[in-house]
């Protein structure tokens, strides 16, 4: 109640209120700047725009912008019951250029708190707080699954067992594996180790360990594969038949040579593997 008195005393300190004997009267003023206007927020104002669309707006201002310049009005009466919601009112808004009002008068000011402006919902804080430590708790374990000095292969190796749901944790350079499995560079099967009375957690590991390794070995090879494949230039060399050389369908490659054949092209060719289609130049 104290900040709503504060917030009606400060707009009534821009506002010249007529004294008029027997009784109250609306107050009414006129705005000279955004700065004042949004300080009517709530308020009911009538507003006059500038010619050659001279029109003139009465409801309550619902907004001021200062990065827009323009005012939102809502036009619509207000609800019978002052204690309603004024968020699940109906409203007529118009959005008015701060530059087009010529005038404006303040009719009435805002009413009790919580009327003026939509009623803003609750905030969960123990929903937030939990998103916030979930999140928290997600970028530590990022930050754990990263080895430190250790090479890609060593981090691939460790994130192919997270992949599929094996608890692994980051011991300086070596990799333990379901708390029992110690694996050391250069993380190979031979390099598992464990006490006597973990063999069989052991073996399970170094099958894991020798199935992921064949996997990310396979997905390298293909990596390169495609790289190297990938607009791959090839020299193709023809010749042309002496006795007809004007002839290109006696032309052929050249896949025996002779001494004494006339060179006439040099055909270099684009050549994609997963394309049916070449691109070539050829230089006469």
Same mark, same amino acid.
């Given at each position: 109640? +104290? #900040?709503? +008195? ?5 707009? +009534? ?5 007529? &004294? ?5 009267? /609306?107050?009414?003023?006129?705005? #000279? ?5 949004? &300080? ?5 104002? &009538? ?29 619509? $009466?207000?609800? /019978?019951?002052? *204690?309603?919601?004024? $968020? $699940? =009112? ?8 701060? !530059?087009?009002?010529? !005038? @404006? =008068? ?17 905030? #969960?804080?123990? =929903? ?23 090479? &890609? ?6 994130? @192919? ?9 980051? %011991?300086? =350079? ?5 708390? %029992?499995?110690?694996?050391? /560079? ?7 180790? *464990? ?25 390298? *090879? ?5 790289? !190297? ?13 002496? !006795? *007809?050389?004007?002839? /290109? ?8 040579? @002779? ?26």
């Amino acid at each position: 109640m +104290a #900040d709503t +008195a504060a917030k009606r005393n400060s707009i +009534a300190g821009k506002i010249a209120t007529p &004294k008029i004997g027997g009784g109250s009267s /609306p107050a009414t003023s006129s705005l #000279d700047s955004l700065e004042v206007l949004s &300080k009517a927020i709530g308020c009911r104002i &009538k507003i006059t725009t500038a010619a050659p669309h001279s029109q003139t707006y009465e409801g309550t201002l619902f907004n001021a912008c200062p990065v827009l310049h323009v005012i939102a009005i809502n036009t619509r $009466a207000p609800p /019978p019951n002052p *204690a309603s919601n004024a $968020a $699940a =009112q109906p409203g007529d808004y118009h959005i008015i250029p701060f !530059s087009r009002i010529q !005038s @404006s =008068q303040v009719i009435s000011l805002a009413g009790a708190e919580g009327v003026a402006q939509p009623v803003i919902g609750a905030v #969960d804080i123990r =929903q937030l707080q939990k998103r916030e430590e979930t999140r928290v708790n997600q970028l530590r374990e990022e930050e754990e699954s990263r080895g430190k000095g250790v090479s &890609k292969e060593a981090q691939a190796i460790f994130d @192919s067992f997270r992949r599929i749901n094996v608890p692994v944790r980051w %011991h300086n =350079q070596e990799i333990i594996v379901l708390e %029992h499995v110690i694996v050391v /560079p250069p993380y190979r099967p031979e390099d598992c180790k *464990a006490s006597k009375d973990k063999q069989e957690t052991l073996i399970r590991v170094r099958k894991i360990l020798e199935g992921e390794r064949k996997k990310l070995q396979e997905k390298e *090879a293909r990596e390169r594969s495609a790289a !190297s494949n990938w607009r791959r230039p090839r020299i193709l060399i023809t010749k042309s038949i002496p !006795s *007809a050389e004007d002839d /290109p369908s006696k032309a052929r490659h050249l896949c025996e040579g @002779s001494r004494g054949t006339i060179w006439r092209h040099l055909t270099i060719v684009l050549y994609n593997p997963n394309s049916q289609t070449k691109n070539d130049t050829r230089i006469k």
